[in-house]
């Protein structure tokens, strides 16, 4: 059973930044697929960005603003926000996919006020 456990959400103003992170209980390999998705208010749970093995993949909303990267030493994933809108504003979650086996945190709430 991994743990996903995500930090650094909080209130914002539109044009600023934000950094997220999340942190694994257990080792992650490289090749499995570790990323962001979110929820906003009674909206359903979208992909924001993954990366596999050093490679990224992002929703086209944010493509330009957000960077996902990891620290596979540290068991960790990010994601970079700049030049965040009030569309952002959504419950932020981590998600691992640890050899078909998945794993989601609790989530973090991201809030872009106007």
């Known amino acids: 059973q991994v743990q996903l456990v995500e930090s650094g959400g909080g209130l914002v103003q539109a044009g600023g930044s934000l950094r997220l992170s999340c942190a694994a209980s257990?080792?992650?390999?490289?090749?499995?697929?570790m990323g962001w998705y979110r929820q906003a208010p009674g909206k359903q749970r979208d992909l924001v960005a993954t990366i596999t093995s050093g490679r990224t993949n992002y929703a086209d909303s944010v493509k330009g603003r957000f960077t996902i990267s990891r620290d596979n030493a540290k068991n960790m994933v990010y994601l970079q926000m700049n030049s965040l809108q009030p569309e952002d504003t959504a419950v932020y979650y981590c998600?691992?996919?640890?050899?078909?086996?998945?794993?989601w945190g609790k989530g973090t709430l991201v809030t872009v006020s106007s």
């Open positions: 257990q080792s992650i390999s490289s090749i499995n697929p």
């Open positions: 998600n691992v996919d640890r050899w078909g086996m998945n794993y």
